[in-house]
T-cell receptor, first 114, second 112 residues
Framework: DTAVSQTPKYLVTQMGNDKSIKCEQN?????MYWYKQDSKKFLKIMFSYNNKELIINETVPNRFSPKSPDKAHLNLHINSLELGDSAVYFCASSPSGRMNTEAFFGQGTRLTVV | SQQGEEDPQALSIQEGENATMNCSYK?????LQWYRQNSGRGLVHLILIRSNEREKHSGRLRVTLDTSKKSSSLLITASRAADTASYFCATDPNFGNEKLTFGTGTRLTIIP
């Protein structure tokens, strides 16, 4: 029954590896997001998609590539992982429109690059 | 750039007391939202206040918005141990693409 689900919850990997994080929402929302939360708990938007179309790309290195096969899924692929990529990554979704309703967040994926 | 700044960064109070957190932002907004994050978990939406509203209530929560000062406050009355969490304000600017920009958060600890 989870509204927004992310997998995996934890990810530990070595520098230079490529990894993916998957996100699925069963709320029927049109818009999905990826946020990054750093060690100081600061949340920053990375990407947003609306109906599978990229809307926002907030100056994220092109090692990060989101993919939306359909409007219920937004996956995040990261190439050549770096130590600074260690963070918690959150997927979120909301109905389309001017964010006049709440965003629903997944539980987060804690990525640790060693 | 970071939109919201929350104040205080951390707050500890006794159970039963009221907790007040403040949020300041920089640009004009469509709405402002407050979220709670329990340790190791995702964010949960608490309340949304639109730019033409000044005050909103939801259970033990009271939110105010002053667009002239670009600030908002979240009041939690009769706090409980379960209210221990980080609280974030988030703004949706009324220009550009829709997105939520989060503040720095207030870490609230309720002492039983």
């Amino acid at each position: 029954d989870t509204a927004v689900s992310q997998t995996p919850k934890y990810l530990v990997t070595q520098m230079g590896n490529d990894k993916s994080i998957k996100c699925e929402q069963n709320l029927g929302h049109d818009t999905m997001y990826w946020y990054k939360q750093d060690s100081k708990k600061f949340l920053k938007i990375m990407f947003s998609y609306n109906n599978k179309e990229l809307i926002i790309n907030e100056t994220v290195p092109n090692r990060f590539s989101p993919k939306s096969p359909d409007k219920a899924h937004l996956n995040l692929h990261i190439n050549s992982l770096e130590l600074g990529d260690s963070a918690v990554y959150f997927c979120a979704s909301s109905p389309s429109g001017r964010m006049n309703t709440e965003a629903f967040f997944g539980q987060g994926t804690r990525l640790t690059v060693v | 750039s970071q939109q919201g700044e929350e104040d205080p960064q951390a707050l500890s109070i006794q159970e039963g007391e009221n907790a007040t957190m403040n949020c300041s932002y920089k640009t004009s907004i469509n709405n402002l939202q407050w979220y709670r994050q329990n340790s190791g978990r995702g964010l949960v939406h608490l309340i949304l206040i639109r730019s033409n509203e000044r005050e909103k209530h939801s259970g033990r929560l009271r939110v105010t918005l002053d667009t002239s000062k670009k600030s908002s406050s979240l009041l939690i009355t009769a706090s409980r141990a379960a209210d221990t969490a980080s609280y974030f304000c988030a703004t949706d600017p009324n220009f550009g693409n829709e997105k939520l920009t989060f503040g720095t958060g207030t870490r609230l600890t309720i002492i039983p």
